[in-house]
Every structure is written in C-alpha cells, then in structure tokens.
C-alpha cells in the first residue's frame, strides 16, 4: 500500500499561514481523488478539501476562501496552503485519499493560538 507521510505543521498565531506537505510512499497518479482530513481534540476526523486528478478541488466551507488543495504527481505530494488560520483550525491534519485507505499516516499538529 502507498504510505503517506505529513509534514509542516507547528504552532502559529491566528492570522498566520501554514504549509502541509504529504509525500507518498509510491505514485498518487493513480488515485484518483486526494484529500486532507483533520480531528480536533475530542471530535471525529472532518474530510476539509479534496482534489481530483484533474486539478478540479473542494472545500469544507468552514475554510472555503482561506486554504489551498494541490497535488504534484510528479514528485508524489500533495499540499495544503493553509492562510489566515483561526484557532478553530487547531487539529491533527491527515492525507488519505477519498474514500480514505485504512492506512493513515501520523499526521501533523497544527495549533493556532496567541
């Protein structure tokens, strides 16, 4: 199975930007929609944008706006540009595709606090 591995999280002031990165283990260009999940303390794990592999991406609404899906076959990465970030957004951010694998990688803390 491909493993996925996330990185760039870290703690951030409300206003500030992040850039998660989620380098796979083998091609992604065969999956056909790749995603980024998250799971708040004490809530479930929200699917928040996904993109296909033509390019086309979707948002949760509560980020609409505010952060950027994308996805480099090439290198087998895809990436969440994450901008004017609110302490709400504070969470353990995941890939996987959709619908996810049951092979989850670690993921990335993010917390958004002053």
């Known amino acids: 199975q491909v493993q996925l591995v996330e990185s760039g999280g870290g703690l951030v002031q409300p206003g500030g930007s992040l850039r998660l990165s989620c380098a796979a283990s083998?091609?992604?260009?065969?999956?056909?929609?790749m995603a980024w999940y998250r799971q708040a303390p004490g809530k479930q794990r929200e699917l928040v944008a996904f993109?296909?592999?033509?390019?086309?991406?979707t948002y949760v609404d509560s980020v609409k706006g505010r952060f950027t899906i994308s996805r480099d076959n090439a290198k087998n990465t895809v990436y969440l540009q994450m901008n004017s970030l609110k302490p709400e957004d504070t969470a353990v951010y995941y890939c996987?595709?959709?619908?996810?694998?049951?092979?989850w990688g670690q993921g990335t803390q993010v917390t958004v606090s002053s």
């Open positions: 996987n595709m959709v619908p996810p694998t049951p092979y």
């Open positions: 083998g091609s992604i260009s065969r999956f056909n929609v």
């Open positions: 993109v296909t592999s033509g390019g086309s991406t």
